[in-house]
T-cell receptor, first 111, second 114 residues
Framework: RKEVEQDPGPFNVPEGATVAFNCTYS??????FFWYRQDCRKEPKLLMS???SGNEDGRFTAQLNRASQYISLLIRDSKLSDSATYLC????????????FGAGTRLFVKA | SQTIHQWPATLVQPVGSPLSLECTVE??????LYWYRQAAGRGLQLLFY??????ISSEVPQNLSASRPQDRQFILSSKKLLLSDSGFYLC?????????????FGEGSWLTVV
């Protein structure tokens, strides 16, 4: 079982749609959680951290369920510019921090 | 503010040739530094990480090596490239804060071994 698993997609949605990405992690000792965005042939960039209480940044909402070891990202009112690969990231302290990246979920937003 | 730069951005190298990718970080001191590789259509693979000058940990045994000659400089090298070394190489640094270990990437280097 992979340490961080994501649905690879691709997700094809029309502009204005709401889309949700799910991610599960296997290590219950995981401490920090993030979503990154990666555009084609570019480096991954931090989209948002994920807090236990859930957090929102504009059209983006992240949720964490520690009991189920599950993380989600919701994008409302999708824009063409949201087309990218979204990476689920988990960090745990193993004497030094270990950061694990999911393989990513590809999103295409169509006009 | 902190910035990270790596170079070259793109290179095409013949099999058996050497490799040197360089990365520098500005605006912070004693960062954790990383080299990742992303093969076409694949996820990120951690190759090396460093917590200080001269301290290198290897995650995947292969024909690559890394060095950290200065606090904010990280170098990825190979003496003889293989076709399988082709990919997108990313240098990164991290800081530890409220959100945990947050990683920031350089622009990446596209390597094609022919």
């Amino acid at each position: 079982r992979k340490e961080v698993e994501q649905d690879p997609g691709p997700f094809n949605v029309p502009e204005g749609a709401t889309v949700a990405f799910n991610c599960t992690y296997s290590n219950s000792a995981s401490q920090s959680f993030f979503w990154y965005r990666q555009d084609c042939r570019k480096e991954p960039k931090l989209l948002m951290s994920v807090y236990s209480s859930g957090n929102e940044d504009g059209r983006f909402t992240a949720q964490l369920n520690r009991a189920s070891q599950y993380i989600s990202l919701l994008i409302r009112d999708s824009k063409l510019s949201d087309s990218a690969t979204y990476l689920c990231v988990v960090s745990l302290n193993t004497g030094g921090f270990k950061t694990i990246f999911g393989a990513g979920t590809r999103l295409f937003v169509k006009a | 503010s902190q910035t990270i730069h790596q170079w070259p951005a793109t290179l095409v190298q013949p099999v058996g040739s050497p490799l040197s990718l360089e990365c520098t970080v500005e605006g912070t001191s004693n960062p954790n530094l990383y080299w990742y590789r992303q093969a076409a259509g694949r996820g990120l693979q951690l190759l090396f990480y460093s917590v200080g000058i001269g301290q290198i940990s290897s995650e995947v045994p292969q024909n690559l090596s890394a060095s950290r000659p200065q606090d904010r400089q990280f170098i990825l090298s190979s003496k003889k490239l293989l076709l399988s070394d082709s990919g997108f190489y990313l240098c990164a640094w991290s800081t530890q804060g409220r959100s945990g270990n947050t990683i920031y990437f350089g622009e990446g280097s596209w390597l094609t071994v022919v």
